[in-house]
């Protein structure tokens, strides 16, 4: 089984730059349950960097157990149906995470 960690490293390397165009966000992750943890991801200059805390002023942030997140990151669960079932909160800016499906691919 990948671990939260494991599954965000993945993330990060997936990373498209060309589709972070424009984009200066934090995004945090706060992923509940066994292997949790709080991550934040920076994107800045069409560059992701991958930080372990809480970020002082995120952009958006993603409260989800740590098991639906890699299932989500691998593809596993969608993350619209997940959304849809109470799986996956949203805080912040909805439109940003309508575009990191695209960025993170």
């Given at each position: 089984?990948?671990?939260?960690?494991?599954?965000?490293?993945?993330?990060?390397?997936?990373?498209?730059p060309a589709k972070a165009k424009?984009?200066?966000?934090?995004?945090?992750?706060?992923?509940?349950?066994?292997?949790?943890?709080?991550?934040?991801?920076?994107?800045?200059?069409?560059?992701?960097?991958?930080?372990?805390?809480?970020?002082?002023?995120p952009t958006v942030t993603i409260?989800?157990?740590?098991?639906?997140?890699?299932?989500?990151?691998?593809?596993?669960?969608?993350?619209?149906?997940?959304?849809?079932?109470?799986?996956?909160?949203?805080?912040g800016d909805l439109g940003l995470?309508?575009?990191?499906?695209?960025?993170?691919?």
């Amino acid at each position: 089984m990948t671990t939260l960690p494991e599954a965000l490293q993945g993330m990060i390397a997936r990373f498209n730059p060309a589709k972070a165009k424009g984009i200066n966000a934090v995004i945090q992750l706060n992923a509940t349950g066994d292997g949790g943890g709080q991550y934040y991801t920076t994107v800045v200059n069409n560059k992701a960097t991958l930080t372990e805390g809480v970020a002082p002023n995120p952009t958006v942030t993603i409260i989800v157990a740590a098991k639906d997140w890699i299932d989500i990151m691998g593809g596993q669960l969608d993350p619209t149906r997940a959304f849809m079932a109470g799986k996956l909160r949203i805080t912040g800016d909805l439109g940003l995470m309508m575009r990191f499906q695209n960025m993170f691919g």
